[in-house]
């Protein structure tokens, strides 16, 4: 799934496969189901002004989509046949960011021409993230590594190590100053981009990290899966003022999902 821009809608892909637009506030659905075969789809991203979503599939291919119609824009656009597990439009929305099976992370214009392919990951690449001048690109993978990229030449700048699992899940602080991380460790952790470390202790969570998304606010939320699944939300300006054994004043709630 992922949200708007503007975070009145969601867009996901339902049970029966199919690709579909949802109202949050309404809790409604907007409109029927997206064109083409999303059986296979595995990612979805929307651009930064709301206009378009693209999506990442299992047999390599990406589409993209006008979100006011639900039509698709253009050919497919396939580079190998390996899973796309994470696909992100940079802040500007003139090109996009895809990362999967293959290890490599492959930079397209907005209309599919692809522009750089970025190697030095081990294993999978299981999520991206964009600075918000579009400079830089950072992924997490199956390797247990995040790497800080530039995106006009696919250089790699900074290895930060220290999650002993993959990583699944990245983003920024809103200043940028810190990048906070979401592994299969059961741990979010938050690292200082001046340093490079690690500050504090991880934040620990009773399964399998999926995903972490901050606010513009300073807030964070974490989210695991499974029988016991539960949303957390965090503060990362106590998080980021906290003596290194102390997650009470940090943590501000967590709702279980079922």
């Not at 789809?41 to 990442?56: H, I, K, Y």
Request: charged share 25%; aromatic share 8%; proline share 4%.
């Amino acid at each position: 799934m992922a949200v708007s821009p503007d975070g009145l809608k969601v867009i996901g892909k339902c049970g029966d496969g199919r690709v579909r637009l949802w109202n949050i506030k309404e809790g409604s659905l907007v409109g029927q189901p997206w064109e083409g075969n999303h059986d296979r789809v595995v990612c979805l991203d929307w651009s930064p002004n709301g206009a378009e979503v693209a999506g990442g599939s299992d047999d390599g291919t990406i589409r993209r989509w006008n979100t006011g119609t639900g039509r698709q824009i253009g050919p497919l656009i396939k580079k190998r046949d390996d899973w796309i597990w994470t696909i992100k439009y940079s802040p500007q929305g003139d090109k996009f960011a895809s990362g999967g099976d293959d290890d490599t992370v492959r930079v397209w214009s907005k209309d599919g021409e692809l522009l750089i392919e970025i190697k030095g990951h081990d294993s999978i690449v299981m999520s991206l993230c964009w600075s918000k001048d579009g400079a830089y690109i950072f992924s997490g993978s199956v390797d247990r590594t995040i790497r800080k990229w530039q995106s006009i030449d696919g250089k790699e700048l900074v290895v930060i190590r220290g999650h002993p699992n993959s990583v699944t899940s990245l983003c920024l602080s809103p200043d940028e100053s810190h990048l906070i991380s979401a592994s299969r460790d059961y741990s979010v952790r938050i690292w200082d981009l001046e340093t490079n470390q690690q500050v504090g202790d991880p934040l620990w969570h009773d399964n399998q990290v999926n995903v972490v998304a901050v606010s513009s606010n300073g807030y964070f939320a974490s989210a695991i899966s499974g029988p016991d699944a539960k949303i957390y939300v965090w503060s990362l300006e106590a998080a980021l003022k906290r003596p290194s054994d102390d997650h009470v004043s940090v943590f501000v709630h967590c709702q279980c999902l079922f």
